[in-house]
């Protein structure tokens, strides 16, 4: 008999599966870490384990999502147990049920400029969704901001770490955080405020290409991921969603015309501003060049963490002038004074 430890990393206990009235002879298959599906075909499920649940929090986001669902947006409802209730606990361990999404991935790259702005426009009718459905937020918030002094304190303690070797690797590894470091002195002054008075709301938390999935006609099927359902400045998760789709990964940064195409179709749903969408733009960049923890994995814990992500903050930080006029674009205005501006 498995424990509930052990349930988690291999197959659930019987008992949730009971709960659906799920067949005892559609195995459970497990497609990811703690999550099964169950059945083949479209009428499958996916089953997902969460150990010590967090009840209020998840009946929180089934709401959510069950009206966003309900509202005919690509979002998955949980599916509700015999007893009516979506969220079920055995041993400690929650379970809950959602229908089997069909559908593939598509990297941001590969989608015609039509498809990004219709994509931006469905991050912006969630968002509208979001704001119909959810208790309001207070809409100034204090948003931490990293402190350049501390990275470059961190790149300093690493710079003393890399092993005087000789070799390729280590050579290379001390130019990377060098450049970093170069950049972070460079732009120290370009700090951007800690009170965020952008609109705030709820949001997604984590739209990606990960996250996404697509018909046969280009259409996205699903946007999964509300696990990370949070609340924040809405032009900011606009510009993180942007900069991860619409990034090439290598020396060419961000492909802005499609970067155009998501902001204008977002805007089409849920308008915002040009400044919220600028201020975004500088706080996305700051955050990314104070982040150091790519570097650390990639060329000092020996992780394989993509090269993208510095190639990116180079790349941006010499074209910082052109994002803050190329994201809020489709706003038609002239540039706000921004600090970000040298």
């Not at 019987?14 to 009235?21: F, G, T």
């Not at 690493?158 to 001390?174: C, I, M, Q, W």
């Not at 290598?250 to 802005?256: A, N, P, Q, S």
């Amino acid at each position: 008999m498995p424990t509930s430890q052990s349930a988690s990393d291999t197959e659930p206990p019987s008992l949730p599966l009971r709960r659906w009235a799920l067949d005892a002879a559609q195995a459970p298959v497990r497609v990811a870490e703690r999550a099964w599906r169950i059945g083949a075909g479209p009428d499958g499920f996916l089953l997902k384990a969460y150990p010590a649940p967090d009840r209020r929090r998840i009946a929180f986001r089934h709401r959510v999502t069950a009206a966003l669902d309900a509202a005919g947006l690509p979002v998955l409802a949980p599916v509700p147990s015999r007893t009516g209730r979506t969220l079920v606990v055995a041993g400690g361990t929650g379970y809950v049920l959602y229908p089997w999404v069909a559908g593939r991935r598509r990297g941001g790259l590969e989608l015609t400029y039509a498809q990004c702005e219709r994509l931006g426009e469905l991050l912006g009718l969630l968002h509208a969704a979001l704001d119909e459905h959810t208790p309001p937020v207070q809409q100034e918030m204090l948003v931490p901001t990293p402190r350049a002094a501390g990275a470059v304190a961190e790149i300093d303690r690493l710079l003393a770490a890399v092993p005087a070797d000789g070799t390729d690797f280590a050579a290379l590894t001390e130019r990377r955080l060098a450049e970093r470091r170069a950049l972070l002195v460079e732009f120290a002054d370009h700090q951007p405020p800690e009170l965020d008075v952008s609109t705030v709301g709820h949001l997604h938390g984590a739209f990606d290409a990960r996250r996404l999935r697509y018909g046969g006609s280009g259409n996205v099927t699903a946007v999964l991921g509300w696990d990370a359902l949070t609340t924040g400045p809405v032009a900011g998760e606009v510009v993180r969603a942007a900069a991860s789709l619409f990034a090439t990964g290598d020396e060419r940064g961000l492909d802005l015309e499609r970067v155009r195409a998501f902001v204008r179709g977002h805007r089409s749903a849920f308008p915002l501003d040009a400044g919220q969408i600028q201020a975004a733009v500088h706080r996305a960049w700051w955050e990314r060049l104070c982040d150091v923890a790519p570097l650390r994995h990639r060329y000092v814990d020996g992780e394989r963490e993509p090269a993208g992500a510095a190639a990116l903050v180079a790349w941006w930080s010499a074209h910082l002038d052109l994002t803050l006029d190329a994201f809020p674009a489709a706003y038609g205005a002239e540039p706000v004074d921004n600090p970000a501006f040298g």
